[in-house]
């Protein structure tokens, strides 16, 4: 599980972001119609849509890598694996084999029925080593579920989001240029959060399983193959 010191953030209540780049790009295709909205991304995501893979090199010790490298969950055993410097040694977290330093990309990741996950994007520069806290000023942009129902966006200060339905698929829409990271629910292509910054280095999906819960929160993050 990322971890963050609770006192370091203040809760907010969240408030839709005016701008969003999706419903932007989409127009009158802006509603909950998700083979209209992806065909219509097309023409504005390079590639279209990302194919993710994890990175095992990345992954915490205690975390499990399908073969396909497209899932990963919570072992109950630490591996003996080399403790290279882009593993994260304490956080159980993973990043994707693939980074963006350019263009606009999408992804989804089935997070299905889970109590606890974080997904979103790290720079290549964070630090893997030791507490990491999921803050854009330390390189991260992210947003998490907590306790089967508290969905927060790790911004500054923090946001509580108060979500419609508890999606069981999260799409990332990655526009580098413009600065902007977006969340949708990907069940209906509802947006969560927008994210606005500057980027200047390659950008890595990130994710966490999140900790076993008592064995509720037994099931993998998997990253979709998304058929157009």
Not at 82 to 104: H, I, K, T
Not at 196 to 209: A, G, M, V
């Amino acid at each position: 599980m990322s971890r963050r010191l609770p006192s370091s953030r203040s809760y907010v209540k969240f408030k839709k972001p005016a701008e969003v780049p999706l419903n932007l790009l989409l127009g009158e295709f802006g509603g909950p119609l998700q083979l209209i909205v992806w065909r219509r991304m097309l023409s504005v995501i390079s590639p279209v849509p990302a194919a993710l893979t994890l990175e095992p090199n990345t992954a915490h010790p205690e975390l499990l890598i399908s073969e396909d490298l497209r899932s990963v969950r919570l072992s109950d055993t630490w591996q003996d694996l080399p403790d290279n410097p882009e593993r994260f040694d304490d956080c159980v977290s993973v990043l994707s084999a693939q980074g963006f330093e350019a263009g606009r990309h999408y992804w989804q990741v089935e997070v299905g029925n889970k109590t606890m996950w974080d997904v979103g994007l790290a720079k290549e520069s964070v630090s893997r080593k030791g507490n990491i806290i999921l803050s854009p000023e330390d390189g991260f942009w992210t947003i998490w579920l907590r306790n089967g129902n508290e969905y927060e966006a790790l911004s500054t200060p923090s946001a509580f989001l108060s979500l419609r339905a508890k999606p069981k698929t999260i799409g990332v829409f990655l526009d580098y240029e413009k600065g902007q990271v977006s969340f949708y629910n990907a069940d209906d292509m509802s947006v969560i959060y927008t994210f606005t910054d500057k980027f200047n280095e390659r950008l890595f999906p990130y994710f966490s399983p999140g900790e076993s819960d008592g064995g509720k929160n037994a099931e993998p993050l998997k990253l979709c193959i998304l058929r157009l």
